[in-house]
């Protein structure tokens, strides 16, 4: 009599028992593709149903809508656009004017944030006051009733635009905004584009050639005066060569506002500032809560190899404490980007304003729209948990965790 | 904002899917005892609520004027203050059974809505208040100015049409609520401020210095605003139609809320059938006999309720113009009843 190894079971079946039903095998699979089913029919059905009842009412339904003329203007546009757009770009432009409110806010809060914790966490008697009033103050007051202050405050701080603050005489601060001039591209822009493309790739591959350098070999090489040449003194050259690649469009008094240049909107300045200052009080605790997270130890140990307490920070703390901040941090980047639809109290036109607010009261088709604009806060909040995810997936294995 | 617009979306998408739409309204409402009547958040002379929360205004008596046909009580209804971009939303989900909120009546909104305009209430048109201290005299002379205006309006495409019409610039600040665009107007962000004019003489009353401000005489656009039910119930349909009649009719008749029991008593062929003493129109409407004498009891009559609320018993001001009787030179005429 021999004994028989027994065979190890099927691998892909297993898998497939447990991703679908979990511990309790088939049965749990059954009951899952069951469940699975009446939420697909219950879906069905109050599509189906909404349908129905919207066309006996005589509403109107679907997506055609946004091939129609808006018929109505916007005030700050990144792409062009004109009463007589239609629907669908009234979303893009709102769409746009979300994502720049939004990526300007991250990138201020996360300063800010970073600069509070730091104050905080300072020996300095003062500092830290000031950063502790700061988020105690900030995180506890409503955001809404902060950017009406911010805008309100705004406005009523600066001058009509006939009586506007000029600055140089090239750049002007009034209620309408600030003007600035506006680059127009000359003869020597293209040229001009393609010399600084290549000034950034090379120092960009410098650096990757230094670090290599000095992880492989403990070699450490200077490379910062060929960075400068090569992002500033390139340029410069190509400009003394080929001319200036551009001239200013001067902004200039006419009627009521001002004619030429670029404009920011105060309800942009407003809207970023309130949103930035208030997610940065939460920023700034959960980045000190990171700092502290790693052990008290590693700054002594930082500070007997005889670096700063700045050097030491920024090589051997913070590096640490990313793995603790990066997840709730990624939560602040969502209330942020989900905060700006508040924008519709100061007038600012975002996605909520003119494509959930205006065209939804000029269409009336409030399902496919209010739809829409959930669809695209999901799809932003996924995208921006998804990139966190990778960077924090990248410190976790640079620090070899 | 953008939670309200939410839940009356969820509230629609369920009401939808719940029951077709065979509503009967008039039984719903006088079941639960109350009429639901969806109103502005705030335009003095139309609907706006006291320091007490007591809603007066032009819309707002029609809902009284509704609410005194069908229960003879006045006070029998419950106001819903709606931003502009919600009112729709709102009596398509049955939130309201009446939206009497200064909406104009365009051809797109009575039929793509699943809503119909029941009559005009008020013939207004859209105009533009600026500071004084501009030294504006017309709005051809507006070119590049910033202008102020609440999202969801027909007010938004007119602005864009007018401007674009007389080749002139301009830059528009659309706000959620009427509230929050006359404050930025105040505050200098705009230098001028668009709605239909009768709102424009509503809301300059709301300025700190209103002798500053000034009205252009130009208006750039039709704008009859009146009541809006949903689709599918013609006797609801019927009922806020002919209460607006009844008003305009009694008007005509000089019948007055404190007359009204007198010329009851009179012996006017017109009159008896009118007030109810001849004939069973109001129990055909599926209301009772009295259905108009209820209405003037509660409210008076249309020029009445014009004078006590916009016209010149009121802070506003505004003359009859357009919205006087058909045979005083006013566009306001009711087919009879009979």
Not at chain 1, 111 to 130: E, K, Q, T
Not at chain 1, 323 to 351: C, H, M
Not at chain 2, 229 to 237: A, N
């Given at each position: ?62 997506f055609g809508f946004l091939a129609n003329n808006a018929g ?13 757009d239609t629907f669908l770009r009234v979303f ?262 003119v494509f959930?607010?205006t065209s939804?009261?000029q269409t009336?088709q409030?399902?496919?729209i ?32 | ?338």
């Amino acid at each position: 009599m021999s004994i028989e190894a027994r065979k190890p079971p099927r691998q892909i079946a297993l898998k497939i028992r447990r991703v679908l039903g979990g511990k309790t095998g088939w049965n749990g699979i059954a009951v899952q593709f069951a469940f699975a089913a009446v939420l697909g029919w219950i879906a069905y059905e109050i599509v189906s149903n909404a349908r129905a009842n919207l066309e006996n009412q005589h509403i109107a339904a679907g997506f055609g809508f946004l091939a129609n003329n808006a018929g109505f203007d916007v005030n700050q546009t990144l792409i062009s656009y004109t009463g007589s757009d239609t629907f669908l770009r009234v979303f893009l432009v709102g769409l746009l004017n979300t994502l720049v409110v939004s990526v300007v806010g991250i990138v201020f809060a996360t300063v800010i944030g970073f600069i509070v914790a730091l104050c905080r966490l300072s020996p300095n008697w003062l500092l830290a006051r000031i950063g502790e009033i700061y988020v105690e103050i900030i995180r506890n007051l409503p955001v809404l009733f902060q950017i009406l202050f911010w805008y309100l405050a705004v406005l009523a701080a600066l001058p009509n635009p006939r009586q506007s603050i000029s600055l140089l005489g090239i750049a002007f601060v009034s209620n309408r905004g600030l003007v600035i001039p506006r680059p127009i591209g000359e003869s020597g822009f293209e040229a001009f584009l393609a010399v600084l493309a290549f000034g950034i790739v090379g120092s960009v591959a410098l650096r990757i050639h230094a670090r290599r350098a000095l992880f492989q070999r403990g070699q450490v090489i200077r490379i910062w005066p060929y960075v400068l040449g090569l992002l500033f003194g390139l340029p410069l050259v190509t400009m003394l060569v080929a001319g200036l690649p551009f001239s200013f469009e001067l902004p200039q008094l006419k009627g009521f506002n001002f004619a030429g240049g670029s404009r920011i909107i105060p309800e942009f300045v407003a809207l970023t500032l309130a949103l930035s200052t208030y997610t940065a009080a939460f920023i700034a605790e959960i980045v000190r809560a990171g700092i502290l997270s790693v052990h008290s130890g590693q700054m002594e140990a930082g500070s007997s190899l005889g670096l700063s307490r700045g050097t030491t920070l920024r090589l051997v703390v913070v590096p640490q404490a990313m793995r603790v901040i990066v997840p709730p941090l990624t939560n602040q980047y969502l209330n942020l980007t989900k905060n700006s639809s508040l924008a519709v109290a100061i007038g600012y036109p975002d996605l909520v304003s003119v494509f959930a607010g205006t065209s939804l009261s000029q269409t009336g088709q409030a399902i496919e729209i209010i739809a829409m604009t959930m669809g695209v806060y999901l799809l932003i909040s996924l995208i921006t948990s998804a990139v966190m995810s990778v960077y924090g997936w990248r410190i976790s294995r640079s620090l070899g965790a | 904002m953008k939670r309200v617009t939410l839940a009356l979306t969820l509230a629609l998408a369920a009401g939808l899917t719940a029951q077709a739409a065979d509503a009967q309204t008039l039984k719903t409402v006088k079941d639960r005892g109350m009429l639901s009547c969806g109103v502005s958040q705030g335009l003095p002379g139309f609907s706006s609520p006291d320091d007490k929360g007591n809603w007066t205004g032009l819309d707002v008596d029609v809902c009284r004027a509704i609410a005194g046909a069908i229960f003879n009580d006045p006070t029998k209804v419950k106001y819903v203050p709606l931003s502009a971009k919600d009112r729709f939303t709102a009596l398509q989900s049955g939130e309201v059974d009446v939206l009497s909120r200064n909406t104009t009546w365009t051809i797109s909104r009575d039929t793509s809505l699943g809503a119909n305009f029941t009559g005009v209430t008020y013939y207004d048109g859209q105009g533009f208040m600026v500071k004084k201290s501009l030294k504006v005299n017309s709005a051809l002379e507006l070119n590049s100015a910033s202008v102020c205006v609440q999202t969801g309006t027909t007010t938004e495409q007119n602005l864009a049409d007018y401007f674009k019409a007389n080749n002139m610039k301009y830059e528009v600040i659309a706000f959620g609520t009427n509230d929050e665009t006359v404050k930025a107007y105040e505050a200098g962000r705009c230098d001028v401020f668009t709605t239909d004019q009768s709102g424009l003489y509503a809301n300059r009353l709301k300025l700190a210095n209103p002798g500053d401000h000034m009205v252009l005489p130009e208006i750039i656009s039709k704008e009859p605003l009146g009541p809006m039910v949903r689709h599918g119930d013609d006797q609801w349909f019927d009922i806020v139609k002919w209460t607006l009649f009844a008003m305009i009719t009694t008007e005509e008749l000089g019948v007055t809320a404190k007359n009204v029991d007198e010329k009851a008593k009179q012996e006017n062929p017109e009159l008896k059938r009118v007030l109810g003493t001849d004939g069973n129109f109001g129990e055909q409407l599926g209301l009772s006999k009295d259905w108009v004498v209820r209405i003037v009891k509660a409210v008076g009559n249309y020029g009445e309720v014009f004078d006590r609320n916009v016209g010149a018993g009121s802070p506003l001001g505004i003359n009859r113009g357009l919205n006087n009787l058909w045979n005083k030179g006013g566009l306001q005429y009711a087919p009879p009843i009979r």
